[in-house]
């Protein structure tokens, strides 16, 4: 009678836990095991077939284009840029950031009410714990807004479900579960926790509480402070936060995220890991550096400039050992398309400002600059040359911050990863490095 009791009750539990159950937790869980199959399949049948050879120069280079792991969630192809789950990053500019959060974990849009399932899931974790506040408080008043972001991620750890359900013993098998729990809850307070430093740093007055009736975009809008009569600064940061979502698994935040999360570091330790990499000034913090850039363009001409008097500009930045930032990349050979799509955004919503006309100027220059200069194999722009312009116009201006901003878009990039390679119980991430005797030596 107890047995079957008990038996009764672990059912009744199970069809609970079921029935409340995300639609995007549903939807993963179904897919799962045809995937883990498949790859099973694949290494079975192909498992021994070479998809990459590395040479002595791309070892003391950055493994610069060595084939050596893989990413499902987006890749990034040299011609046409960033690819989201088979489509072209142009043909969905509209969607929401909470869709393309879906669509990087299951490979399709959200349906409607899977989409306001998800919102609802956002909006139940809003808040930032108060010790995060009083830590930040505490920190240099001139600290930069990256490390105040990734320390308040940091300090959060605690609250992870992963390390929580790891400790009483977890079943590998549901590891992707509690980092998407874990993504879930993180994702959902990142709007929170960027308008607080950017109001508790810039001095801008006290903190705005979340609203649970926004999408996620739109609660940063309200949360930052800053007036949007028109909603063009909403429509604005939806596409920013779509935009920078991901970017395959390879760049330096993803790669950084992906080897400390294979430790079974939780996704606190690892986001915070990635987005370390992220305030680097060749990677995210470009989009500072660029619009620095771009504000020195203004001074020094008084405005915009001739495209000769750029050009000169550009050779005497160039001349003194520096990148032009927001140009250049390790993978794109031709202008990222989230540069296009920012630059169109600023056509049809901006007249006559000098600050994004200075950016579509240096389009015009830089690219034939480079390639006289002879060094990047990229010359065309990537991202980071046009975002800041944009918040510039609608009164974001504080240039340090705009790395927070490419930071919670990301989030969704590598916790989405995180989950299927939790999932595929991809191993502790190892390559064997080498010395320089070995290679005198050896080849
Ligand atoms: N300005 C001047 N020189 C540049 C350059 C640029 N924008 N881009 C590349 N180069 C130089 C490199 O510094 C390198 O010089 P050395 O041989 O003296 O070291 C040479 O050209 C070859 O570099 P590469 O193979 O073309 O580029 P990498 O893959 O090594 O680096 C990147 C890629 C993005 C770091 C580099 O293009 C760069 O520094 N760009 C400016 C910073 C930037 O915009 N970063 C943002 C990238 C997007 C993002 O991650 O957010």
Redesign the pocket.
Known sequence: MIEWLNSYRYILVYFIEVYSMSFLKKELQNQIPNVQNEIKQLIADKGDKKISDVTVAQAYS?M?GVKAFVCDTSSVSADKGLIVRGIPLLDITHILPEEVFFLLLTGRLPEESELVDLKKDFSSHLEVPAYVWNLLKEMPSDSHPMTMFNTAILAMQGESVFRKRYDEGMSKSVYWEAILDDGIRLLAKLPTLGAGIYRMRFEKGQRIAPDPEQDWAGNFVHMIGLSDETGDFHKLMQLYFMLHCD?EGG??SAFASHTVSSALSDPYYAVSAGLNGLAG????L??Q??LKFVLSVRDEFKGLPSEDELKDYCWKR?NSGR????????VLRCPDPRFTAFIKFGQDHIENDDVFGIVDQLFKVVPDV?QE?G????PWP????ASGSLLYYYGLREFNFYTVL?SISRTMGMISQMVWERALGIPITRPKSITTDWIKSTI
Not at 281 to 284: A, D, K, N, Q, T
Not at 323 to 330: E, L, M, R, S
């Open positions: 950055g610069r970017h760049n330096v000034p060749l990677h995210g470009a989009n550096e660029c160039l990148v032009i930032p927001g140009y250049g990349h390790a480079l200069h060094k990047a194999k990229n990537n991202v980071d040359a490419f």
